[in-house]
């Protein structure tokens, strides 16, 4: 690999090395080389002492031993800690809701009210705020949108005793009674002003993922009054869950440039998600260019295939309960799978709640789960809360009670094991969350991911939120092959639809008889740079439209399960899946009455 300095600069980045401006900010698009970007700018300032603040430890890892000796790579939490690690050290511990239930003990809502304390103390630590009144004021006006009336009610009503609770709390990780999170000392090193004068220590700060900043650290960086270069993309923004703040659109800057050739990708992936963009967000004038040196595909498929040679292949979920869905049926289907990011700690709180329905509390390791009486207290709890991941592990007790725990077991044996041997000839499982960083060879984009951005009615950009963002971030982690679902045919606006039927080759009456005459492997239909490597896999044979159409209400089996017609377009039928968060659009050939 060449040394950043022997590299040429392509014409964006020399436009950005040229500038002098205090604050710049780069609008890096995906796969843009960000990274090579900032050791171009890193090596032309030798005489400098730089800091480079990155997202998390893995990709400071990734980054490692890649800048020059100048440039100081630093999460903020371990900047933090570096400066009073004496401190700290051996004193930090995970923060559950389950820390908050002692406090509300005798409460009969206490699960409701540890949440939201927990949920507070989370915003409050990220915020710039010096008192947790300030915090509670602003929470309550503008992060409770999802709960109920009821509960917006009850939080009223115990205001005093949450922000009692909350302040005990941090006073006991203070005093080193108890194990604080990472994000208490990061909160006092603010509080106490170290952490812009840390800043401030160095002679340039590079911010690596500016759109995903939070509250506490983009106070700090307007604090500091060195150079600060700041690389972001606000179409990846997928944490706005977590408080995260966009300073891409949030932060003053003198200079502004953008990184637009994607390294990652070829045209057809590129002209892909760059429409996307422009639709989903009414952001007409959004463009990806792709890298003309590599080759690129864009298909529709029905059943992912098995991994090809070189390259890893990964299927990517909206959610939990899609991605242990596909779990199964890899399972089911002898295809060797295996998951990534936390879906261990994920499948175990899916045991956990196995065994709160089967009121086995002795079993159930999280004392949060176990606080529950049953089942359905735990799912009132989730509705009423909107507790999305809950809901969802709920979904899978409900729907695979028949299979649980022993599919779990097995599932995690599976992918340990392909893992360990496959030598990356298995099928990655991830949600996009899980995902966003990674690259692989072919990646399939699970059904729910469409499913999201399907609303009755349709959504205006603003209401699609994080979930345009979450397929967008899908889309730009294929590196050769990206494999759609037919449900991204009926979603967006009328331009979205008329683009992306061009990835359906129209074949003659001729060939499309003797497509049907034989046996149908590669349901994949789609266009491409080049015509090798052609994945294959079984899928049923197509049926000739019924003589009399499906009509809205009928029960159908798709070959993605069982569910009810709940839209007719001419051929085309909108199938609402069972225990699936996922609507699927078919023709009739691909249905069966149930």
Known sequence: MKHEKDMKPTEEQQAILDCSGRILLINARAGTGKTTTLQMIASAHPDLKILYLVYNRKAKEEVYGKFPRNVEIRTVHSLAFSWNIGRWKDQV?????????????????????????????????NSPFPKVEQAMEVFQREHLSHVTDEVKKSIQGERNRIIQASREILGQWYRQEKPCPHDFYLKLFHKEGRFYRGLNSFDMVLVDEGQDLSPIMLDALKHCRKRIIIVGDTHQQIYSFRYAIDAMKRFSFDEERDLTMSFRFGKKIADLASAFIREAKEDKGFRIKGNPGKSSKVAFYTHPARPKTGGRCAILSRTNLALFEKALSLRSRGIPFSLEGNIGTIFGRILDVHWLSKEKHEKIRDPFIQSFKSLESLEIFARDLDAFQLTSMAKVIREYAHVLPDAVYDMMKISKTAAETSNGQCIILSTVHGAKGQEYGQVYIDPDVAASLSRPGGSSASELGDEANIAYVGFTRATRELYLPPGFKGILTPEWQATIRQYEPIQSPKASQAHRNRNVRGAFRGFSDTQSGQLTTEAPQPQVPREKPFKIGDRVRTSHGIGAVVEVDDEKYLVDLDGQAARLWEKAWGLRKT
Not at 109 to 125: G, P, R
């Open 93 to 125: 511990g995970a923060f559950t809701i389950a820390d908050m239930l002692p406090s509300f003990k005798e409460q009969k809502n206490a699960q409701q009210l540890a949440a939201l304390s927990h949920d507070l103390l989370e915003f409050f630590m």
